[in-house]
């Protein structure tokens, strides 16, 4: 039995490890868990993650891992080649610092949780669109401001946990409406990676749960 990915096709931080495993040449099975459905509210899908998200990792003994920062941790560890973060403290402690703009100040309020709440709490659409791209802007402002001049990809050469965390959350961006006009280093880092097929295999229109 190999790995199992309980994942949505529209979940950015899902998309993260499908990219993760696909950069290291890991072979996964794709569970799917229909978030808009509350698939992911299930009595047998809380056993295995008790907060009721996605990814879900399950290795190969039966081991399961939540959380996409900690998945991708141990997919880091486990899978040391290629690393998704340098060697060099500095540079390490740089990279991580990028991707935590998008994964800790972005993506906590931008997701579809927050979208059903402020539904809930009689916001319109066009408020929950606002406040989705007013967040995303902020971020990828200060994300953009960290990078250094004259790189491939975020931070090098070659793909890292930043242009990981970039890339799905961009994808949230193109689809709130988020001008992208400021982000033009962005979108070049963008292009740079969806060339790359790790990347193109895990994005959401490519899942076989897309809709």
């Known amino acids: 039995m190999g790995l199992k990915l309980y994942t949505y096709w529209r979940s950015t931080t899902s998309y993260r ?16 868990v229909n978030l808009v459905k509350g ?29 996409s920062l900690a998945i991708l ?15 060099n403290p500095i540079e390490r402690a740089r990279v991580m610092a990028a991707a935590h703009i998008i994964a800790l ?13 402020l539904d809930k709490m009689g916001h319109s659409k ?17 994300f953009q401001a960290t990078l250094p001049t004259g790189t491939k990809f975020a931070f090098g050469n070659r793909p890292t946990l930043a242009d990981i965390c970039l890339v799905s959350q961009l994808y949230n961006g ?8 400021p982000f ?9 990676c969806l060339a790359l097929p790790a990347f193109a295999k895990a994005r959401p229109e490519a899942q076989p749960d897309a809709e």
């Not at 880091?76 to 060697?87: F, I, N």
């Not at 906590?108 to 927050?114: S, T």
């Not at 989705?132 to 971020?139: A, L």
């Open 17 to 32: 490890v499908r990219i993760a495993l696909n950069l290291k040449g890991v072979p996964y099975e794709s569970h799917p």
């Open 39 to 67: 698939e992911q509210r299930s009595a047998e899908f809380q056993m295995m993650n008790p907060g009721k998200g996605v990814p879900v990792l399950e290795l190969e003994d039966g081991t399961v891992l939540t959380q």
């Open 73 to 87: 941790d141990y997919l880091d560890h486990a899978y040391p080649d290629p690393a998704l973060l340098p060697g």
């Open 105 to 117: 100040d972005i993506h906590p309020v931008n997701n579809l949780r927050v979208v059903q709440h």
């Open 126 to 142: 066009t408020d929950s669109v606002d406040w989705m791209v007013h967040w995303m802007t902020e971020g990828l402002t200060a």
């Open 174 to 181: 193109h689809r709130w409406g988020v001008d992208m006009a």
């Open 184 to 192: 033009a280093r962005l979108t070049e880092i963008e292009e740079t």
